[in-house]
Nanobody, 121 residues
């Protein structure tokens, strides 16, 4: 009932920037938090950043000071501004939402399809 669509990935040189976008749609009663995860080839998916419904943010240590997660004007939209990109940031980036479809149901995780970010010279 909830669909997440990421966009904004691409190929950039080290030190470059990208802004990822995620839009949630479908039947959504409420969203507790939205987050970004990433998965590099041969690696486990790792958490990158979270923004809660209250606007609090948290980041993976290796991206602090370089990445910024924010909410768009639409509450169901989240962005990840990535600056000073490094080759180590190369991965498929996934949008995650913790949301309730109905007031009577518990929150659950929803995932987007992912968008490729490649940092290479």
């Amino acid at each position: 009932q909830v669909q997440l669509v990421e966009s904004g990935g691409g190929l950039v040189q080290p030190g470059g920037s990208l802004r990822l976008s995620c839009a949630a749609s479908g039947s959504i009663f409420s969203v507790n938090a939205m987050a970004w995860y990433r998965q590099a080839p041969g690696k486990q998916r790792e958490w990158v950043a979270t923004i809660t419904s209250g606007g609090y943010t948290n980041y993976l240590d290796s991206v602090k000071g370089r990445f910024t997660i924010s909410q768009g004007n639409a509450k169901n939209t989240v962005y990840l501004q990535m600056n000073s990109l490094k080759p180590e940031d190369t991965a498929v980036y996934y949008c995650n939402a913790v949301a309730k479809v109905l007031v009577t149901t518990a929150p659950r995780d929803y995932w987007g399809q992912g968008t490729q970010v490649t940092v290479s010279s």
